[in-house]
Structures are given as C-alpha cells and as structure tokens.
C-alpha cells in the first residue's frame, strides 16, 4: 500500500502553510496542558450527553465518541475546490433521482443496466412519476471524502438517505474555542455556526405551494432507543422547531397535522430522520409502529414535504456510486471535479475474477452497507475471513463492490504516547434549497484512533476532530 499523505508535514516532511501556526503553538504547549484539556473535552462531552449507542453491543446505552482536540487544518484554496466539487456532485445526484422515478433517460441511454434500478431493494416504485417540490430529492447531503495527495479529494460515498454526524461537528467547534480560545485567536476559522440556520432556510424553502407564508417544520425522530436521538433532539432544538414521533401526527384530508397543546398545527415539512420502510404503515411495512398511517397519501397529494424525499436510498447504493463519473457528465455535461474510487462491480463477471484472485489487497464493501460493516479490508483480514469472503462473493457477487485500499491521509493526533499521525476521512454536509445549495466550511471529520487503522467510523472505534478551514 502508498505511503500515506502528511496533511501537517507533507511528503517531504516539510510543514504545510496550514498549519504553521498550529505547530508552533504545540511547541510552546506542555504535554501535559495538552492532556489536561483533552480531559477537559472529554468532561465537557459527557455533560452535554453526546453519546451514542451502538446495535447489539452489551454497553449499547451510553458510548462517547471519542474526540480529538488537535484540528484537523484546511487552506481556503483547498476549500473551494472541494466546495465545487461537492456542489457539483450534489446537483447531478438529484437530477439522476428525479430521472429515475420519471423520464428515466439514463436507463435509456444504457449508461446504467435496468435491473440496478428496478431490482434494488432501495427503489421505491411508489415514487414513481410524484413530483416533488423544486425537484430536490437530497436536501441533506453527507458526501464522504479521502484525501490521497496535496492535490487530490477523493468521494468515498454518497450519503443521500439521513446523514448523520452534523451535532459532532457543531459541538466539536464550541467545545475548541472554550478549551483553546488562545489557538483560535491565532487563525481566521471559518464559521460553522450558522448551520442550523442554513437547514431552516433550505427547508422552509421546499414547502409545498399550500403552506403559509411561515412554513411549519418538524424533525421526525424515531424515538429514544435510535442511535442518533442525541443528535435529532440537538438539531430540533438549535433549529427551534418541534421534534415529533410517528404517534405526534395524524394526516387529516391528505395534510399532516401534529398534536400541540393547542390543538392540530399543520405541519409542511418534515425532517425525518426515520427511514423509508418505516415511514408509513399503509404504504410500507404494516407494522411499523413509527410511521403516520396516510403520510404517504399526504405526500403524493403534495401537501407535505419530506425531507429528504421518499426512494433516495437508491442514490446510497456503492453500485451506484461506481456511475457516479457517468451521472455527472450525463446530467450536467461537465467532467467530474472530485474523482471516484477505481471500484469493480461484483456483478461483472470480469470484475468478480479480478477481485477474487486479489482479495488479499482489496477492500470488499456490500452495496447496501454502512457504518463499516460488513465489509472485507484483505490487507488487514484473517486467511479465514478473507476465503469466508470469497464464498460470499461467489454466492452473491451483485451484493458487492471492491476498491483498491487507499491510503487516506494522516492527521497528528494525540494518543497515549503523544503526538502521531492517524488516518481521517470528512463528511462535509450540503443542503440543497429551492434557489441554491451551500455547504458550511469544514465538516465533520473521522478519525481512526488505532494505529495502522483505515477504519473512521465511531461504530468501529472511530474519533472525531474539529476541522478548520482558513478564512484567507
């Protein structure tokens, strides 16, 4: 495997310009300074209740993700690139989305084959010719990035369903500049505060034609035993909007309503961070005790807006993603600024006996999966696993991709021992409006806190860091 990029040293071990002041800085900081507020952090977090719970794991109910306090260091110029990448992406994923449930002129084209489509669990052929308000499909956007080079980002995946991490990435930012104003002071960091302010606007902005002038949002959560409830009830509450349950909203004559104090309030647009099977019992599972029986009537009758649309998983899909080069040349006739990984689809017979005589240097990933499970890294895999792996791919290879093992870039990041060099990804968030898309500077940035590790989710063990980027 390359040798990984020095995001603080680069290649030839010479400082980056980003973080010449950072170094400095560490330089006059006693380690133990350093490692006093580093447990300041990690107080700080556990007051605040940032934990979140991992599915069938013993101590499931109260986890911390661990937080890194050195941050994680951009140049504007940098930015931009990224900034344009993503919006591009971004654009081009909801057009695609919008043509599969109408047109579909991509199918006809035979740029992608129809049974990636048609057979995908995630599909939702309910969608079918619905319009949806302005078009937007993904107004919520977490595109996970890698960095390669000084050059090069790279798209790991698309996120188009119900990202998670943004309460990470705001709280990580608040907790810095208590713990280390003096650091601040010495750089322009670009805000992330306005966040929530961005996603009320960007929703408010795709309320059906019938709302009124001040449309009513709320955040639909699963409830208290989801992983992410932390973050629904933080979100909720800096947007100053309601945060509902299935059982909070009755759809009366096709609009949706939520129970108050005072009586039925119409509700415009919904947040939901529930997913698609469970949304409606009359359309999806019957026994989902966590949906609005008629939200989907609600929805087709376009008196409510979800958010994100109905059938975006398909946009999730790693089988996908490997078009994703493709969709953006198809939908916007423009090169693609942000490369994808080289993947070989499983399902290609071709593709399958490459990856078969190679899984020792691959990472295998199912289409479907997320949260870095089951997926295959051959470099760092048992002969066990890997020959376990094998007999998957032969029993399924359509449920699964490969990709070459990258060597994402480091960050220094403090462990027992001191200072080193970790390996981080970044889920920067892009909101998509009626009338444009923005992305607050930075995003959340994942870090894998063992040694050797490729694996940033918190999942698996994973960190998080703050992520500056430089107002030049």
Known sequence: MAVAFDEMNGPGGDLRPAYRELSRWLKETPPDALEYRRQEAELLFRRIGITFAVYGDAEAQERLIPFDVIPRIMSGKEWTVLEKGLKQRVRALNMFLRDIYHGRDILRANLIPDDLIFQNPVFRPEMNGQSVPHDVYVHIAGIDIVRIDADNFIVLEDNARTPSGVSY???????????????????????????PDELLSALRSVAPLSASAEPTVALMTPGVYNSAYYEHSFLADKLGIELVEGRDLIVKNDEVFMRTTEG??????????????????????????????????????????????????????????SYMPEIVKFYLGEEPILKNVPTWRCREPKDLSYVLDNLGDLVVKEVHGSGGYGMLIGPAATKATIEAFRDKLKREPEGFIAQPTLA?????????????????????????????????????????LKEGSLVVNSSQGGGTKDTWILDE
């Open 169 to 195: 990435m705001l709280e990580n930012r608040e907790i810095m500049m208590r713990l280390f104003p003096d650091l601040f002071a010495r750089h322009r960091v670009a805000p992330v505060e306005r966040y």
């Open 264 to 321: 039925l309030k119409r509700v415009d647009v919904i947040y939901r961070r529930v997913d698609d099977d469970f949304l409606d019992p009359l359309t999806f599972r019957p026994d989902s005790a966590l949906g609005v029986p008629g939200l989907m009537s609600a929805y087709a009758a376009g008196n409510v807006t979800l958010a994100n649309a109905v059938g975006t998983g398909i946009a999730d899909d790693k089988a996908i993603y």
């Open 408 to 448: 994402l870039s480091t960050c220094p990041t403090c462990t027992a021992a001191g200072l080193a060099p970790r390996h981080v990804d970044l889920r920067p968030f892009v909101l998509t409006g009626s009338k444009h898309v923005t992305i607050v500077p930075g995003g959340l940035t994942r870090v894998a």
